[in-house]
T-cell receptor
Framework: DTGVSQNPRHKITKRGQNVTFRCDPI?????LYWYRQTLGQGPEFLTY????????KSRLLSDRFSAERPKGSFSTLEIQRTEQGDSAMYLC?????????????????FGAGSRLTVL | GDSVTQMEGPVTLSEEAFLTINCTYTATGYPSLFWYVQYPGEGLQLLLK?????DKGSNKGFEATYRKETTSFHLEKGSVQVSDSAVYFC??????????FGSGTQLTVLP
């Protein structure tokens, strides 16, 4: 299966610790997105990359959060000094950038997510 | 900015009942509209999409029509099954390149 892969699927950590999540997108997809989803809510956009360039960051992405996509393939999302409010599902998605005017929507394919619990 | 307002749940139906989940949106320009579904323990999956006014997206018996005049994209299915039990999210892709999601509607179908 060549879908979007996320690791680890579950992470339990103590407040103040650092955590890192990894996302492997679909190989031919040049766009990669990170979202956060809390219980009973829809996913909220955090950031996205086109190839290795981080093109947009949400105001939700505090200074404790950093995302990288060093070679334009996999991406990592690191949360430093975790807080209980960081407990959520972190979703990764990928898509193909279409040329301007090309038909079709920007369809995102999501991974299964990485669930973070901060104690 | 872009936003999506979705019918609040949870929604509980009997098998073979008719389903409607309302979705309205606010966006500038001409967004693309989507319905995603999240089954228990799984990731979000694209259910259907529509890219311009009056387009009808359909998949697995579900349908939704892009209504620009009412800024709506309501999800419908004529006869639901137990296996349709999931959380359904309406979303749009507008001037920003990312998806903006509604808060989701939990559907439970009873046998």
């Amino acid at each position: 299966d060549t879908g979007v892969s996320q690791n680890p699927r579950h992470k339990i950590t103590k407040r103040g610790q650092n955590v890192t999540f990894r996302c492997d997108p679909i190989s031919e997809h040049n766009r990669l997105y990170w979202y956060r989803q809390t219980l009973g809510q829809g996913p909220e956009f955090l950031t996205y990359f086109q190839n290795e360039a981080q093109l947009e960051k949400s105001r939700l992405l505090s200074d404790r959060f950093s995302a990288e996509r060093p070679k334009g393939s996999f991406s990592t999302l690191e949360i430093q000094r975790t807080e209980q409010g960081d407990s959520a599902m972190y979703l990764c998605a990928s898509s193909i950038r279409r040329d301007r005017g090309a038909p079709g929507a920007n369809v995102l394919t999501f991974g299964a997510g990485s669930r973070l619990t901060v104690l | 900015g872009d936003s999506v307002t979705q019918m609040e749940g949870p929604v509980t139906l009997s098998e073979e009942a008719f389903l409607t989940i309302n979705c309205t949106y606010t966006a500038t320009g001409y967004p693309s509209l989507f319905w995603y579904v999240q089954y228990p323990g799984e990731g979000l999956q694209l259910l259907l999409k529509a890219t311009k006014a009056d387009d009808k997206g359909s998949n697995k018996g579900f349908e939704a029509t892009y209504r620009k005049e009412t800024t709506s994209f309501h999800l419908e299915k004529g006869s639901v099954q137990v296996s349709d039990s999931a959380v359904y999210f309406c979303a749009l892709s507008g001037s920003a390149r990312q998806l903006t999601f509604g808060s989701g509607t939990q559907l439970t179908v009873l046998p």
